[in-house]
């Protein structure tokens, strides 16, 4: 999971001092809500759809042209709860999703204070759950992660964005993920 991040770290430390300024990096921080998620019971065939809990979303990059950026980021979703007793177990199931990614971005500035971009890269998952018996199991995995956003520049170096990220789904017998939604947030230019 940590080989993308420290891949990308190590390019950005590589390649940084050769053109950067202080105008090259910006931060930012969304938020999205849950989307549904499903736990199905093996033993009885009892299952329960429920909100997953917010997700929140803490990015990097480094603009490297005019309209081009490397950006990394990480996201991790809140503990998700099914009630035990819908599906027949001494425990309320749980899960959680965590994820890294890189992604190339582009960027194009219609005024001063609207702009669009759209990204490419890959995303690093870790989904984790308890099954409410003690059993607890984990799954790591790599997609393809396409996104595109919005972004209104309240300041020079201060915008407030409005992004939607797009993860290839994931499948495993008993396993359907899909990861995509709208996200609220801001952005820092440093």
Do not use: C
């Amino acid at each position: 999971m940590f080989k993308l991040l420290s891949l990308s770290v190590m390019l950005a430390s590589v390649l940084a001092p050769l053109t950067a300024s202080a105008d090259d990096f910006y931060a930012g921080v969304s938020g999205a809500r849950g989307g549904e998620v499903t736990f199905r019971n093996p033993a009885n065939g009892k299952s329960v759809t429920d909100r997953a809990k917010p997700q929140v979303k803490l990015y990097g990059g480094w603009t490297f042209a005019d309209s081009l950026a490397l950006e990394v980021g990480y996201s991790q979703s809140g503990n998700t709860s099914f009630n035990k007793s819908s599906l027949g177990l001494p425990a309320d199931p749980t899960f959680k999703i965590r994820t890294m990614y890189v992604a190339g971005r582009w960027s194009h500035q219609f005024n001063d204070e609207w702009s669009m971009s759209a990204k490419v890269g890959l995303a690093r998952n870790r989904f984790s759950g308890s099954d409410g018996t003690g059993e607890h199991d984990s799954l790591s995995n790599t997609r393809a992660l396409l996104g595109v956003g919005v972004a209104y520049n309240v300041s020079k170096s201060v915008a407030l964005t409005v992004d939607y990220d797009h993860i290839s789904r994931t499948r495993r017998p008993g396993l359907n993920i899909e990861q995509h939604g709208l996200q609220f947030g801001a952005r820092i230019g440093f």
